[in-house]
């Protein structure tokens, strides 16, 4: 049975990255373009829980298209995991006059907000925004793009270091299941190791590598390391280990941790927050539900909910083929 949308809820979940803002923004403005009522969640599924809403219209969100983080919070949920929770904020956006929601955010929050649908037929539509760039279904999540430039800007500067002092660089960045920031910063910064999750090196195999890339004449070295690589337990244990195995480097570790997470975001960041906040809304307009906003092949296009929760999204091979060349 289809259903009138007369006014739309948007809310961030999970982790903060950058371009949250820009889809927040997308999604009100879109939703006063076509005279829609927008609300704003705020602390994600806790607001929804607790009924902590914002009206917002178009000038609510001027000047947060450069922003980072999320003017509406995020908070994860205890209570929203639990039937008990969900029915309150059931109870809370009836209560308001609410008939969509759009959530900004991970597979957690996709998750959270397919059960939400799966338990009281309530459209949703998803906007994945995470550095990690790991949901399927789009070439690039809301982050990704600003991360790497982020996390690029940050390894030229430690390389600047490691040159002027002869040292190896173990640079940790994040990327728990996939090694799609460090695959592509490892490229960008010229590092001369990449470890990812996808790929296991291995402990030997590196130092080995290594000490090729010394007798090539390079006195100093970069090597990226995804948070989720499995050479070693931590990066401080490599550290270890190659300071026992190899001589004349100075090691030294750099986790470079939530930094990657903050920043105004980039063009492309913005563009796709605007493209995928249209999408979204203009989807629930048309009684489309239990979707994600995805890029492919340029394009906007929607994946099912499940899907993108349950899909693995790949490492680029080609990237691979790369590295290994121009780690020569």
């Keep these: 049975m289809e259903r009138t949308i007369k006014k739309i809820a948007v809310l961030t979940s999970g982790g903060d990255a950058p371009g949250m803002n820009a889809a927040i923004r997308s999604v009100v403005r879109t939703c006063a373009f076509y005279n829609i009522k927008?609300?704003?969640?705020?602390?994600g599924y806790e607001g929804l829980i607790e009924g902590d809403f914002n009206v917002m219209d178009a000038r609510s969100v001027k000047g947060i298209i450069n922003k980072g983080g999320t003017i509406l919070k995020s908070a994860r949920s205890k209570d929203f995991r639990t039937k008990e929770g969900r029915a309150r904020a059931y109870e809370n956006v009836n209560k308001a006059g609410i008939d969509g929601l759009v959530?900004?955010?991970?597979?957690?929050?996709?998750?959270?907000?397919?059960?939400?649908?799966?338990?009281?037929?309530?459209?949703?539509?998803?906007?994945?925004?995470?550095?990690?760039?790991?949901?399927?279904?789009?070439?690039?999540?809301?982050?990704f793009d600003t991360a790497l430039n982020t996390v690029v800007e940050a390894i030229d500067k430690i390389r600047d270091t490691a040159s002027s002092h002869d040292r190896l660089f173990f640079i940790e960045v994040m990327g728990r299941d996939v090694g799609h920031i460090a695959l592509n910063v490892g490229i960008a910064g010229g590092a001369e190791e990449i470890l990812i999750p996808e790929e296991d090196l291995g402990l030997e195999r590196l130092v080995e590598s290594l000490n090729k890339s010394r007798k090539s004449g390079k006195s100093s070295s970069i090597v990226v390391v995804a948070e989720g690589d499995k050479i070693g337990k931590n990066i401080f244990e490599l550290k270890d280990y190659?300071?026992?195995?190899?001589?004349?480097?100075?090691?030294?570790?750099?986790?470079?941790?939530?930094?990657?997470?903050?920043?105004?975001?980039?063009?492309?960041?913005?563009?796709?927050?605007?493209?995928?906040?249209?999408?979204?809304?203009?989807?629930?307009?048309?009684?489309?539900?239990?979707f994600m906003v995805g890029l492919l092949n340029n394009n906007i296009e929607l994946t099912p909910l499940e899907n993108a929760i349950k899909g693995k999204s790949k490492i680029n091979l080609e990237l691979l083929r790369v590295s290994d060349i121009m780690s020569t």
């Design 103 to 143: 959530v900004i955010g991970g597979d957690g929050s996709f998750t959270g907000a397919l059960i939400f649908n799966e338990e009281f037929g309530f459209p949703v539509m998803g906007i994945p925004g995470t550095i990690d760039n790991d949901i399927f279904g789009t070439t690039h999540t809301l982050g």
């Design 242 to 290: 190659v300071d026992e195995n190899m001589e004349g480097y100075d090691v030294r570790v750099s986790v470079l941790g939530h930094m990657q997470r903050g920043g105004s975001p980039s063009c492309f960041d913005r563009v796709l927050a605007s493209r995928m906040g249209v999408k979204a809304v203009e989807s629930l307009l048309e009684n489309q539900s239990n």
């Design 38 to 43: 927008c609300v704003g969640v705020n602390r």
